[in-house]
């Protein structure tokens, strides 16, 4: 339940800092301030939608920043989760070879005699 609470924040966090980077006007204020066709500070939402833009960006940065640390420190868990089905669990254990007993022959990679038989 808590994972999936955080994930809801993390997503919403994320579309929501997209946006609000995208409204934010440059330091030259777009292709108007390279020509020189004023503008300045204004935009389509006033001159102090900057500042607000600017305090909505560092919130939800830091928000992302969070929720990627807490997913960190948590992890679904149940019968179909990722935690349930590692790799390293299942890897099957050997045992041990005995002092008198024959190494185990390693089969030779495929295609290793074909270099012989090519350079003849």
Avoid: E
């Avoid at 254990?93 to 007993?101: I, L």
Wanted: with cysteine; glycine share 12%; net charge positive.
């Amino acid at each position: 339940m808590l994972f999936m609470i955080v994930a809801f924040v993390h997503v919403v966090a994320c579309i929501l800092l997209v946006v609000a980077v995208l409204l934010q006007s440059g330091k030259d204020a777009g292709l108007s301030g390279a020509f020189g066709m004023g503008g300045g500070g204004q935009t389509i939402f006033g001159a102090r939608a900057g500042d607000v833009l600017t305090r909505a960006t560092t919130v939800l940065a830091v928000t992302f920043v969070v929720t990627c640390l807490i997913f960190t420190r948590i992890r679904p868990t149940g019968a179909g989760s990722v935690a349930s089905r590692s790799v390293v669990t299942k890897v099957p254990q050997q045992p041990a070879a005995s002092k008198g007993a024959a190494p185990v022959p390693v089969p030779a990679a495929p295609g290793a005699g074909d270099a012989k038989q090519i350079a003849k």
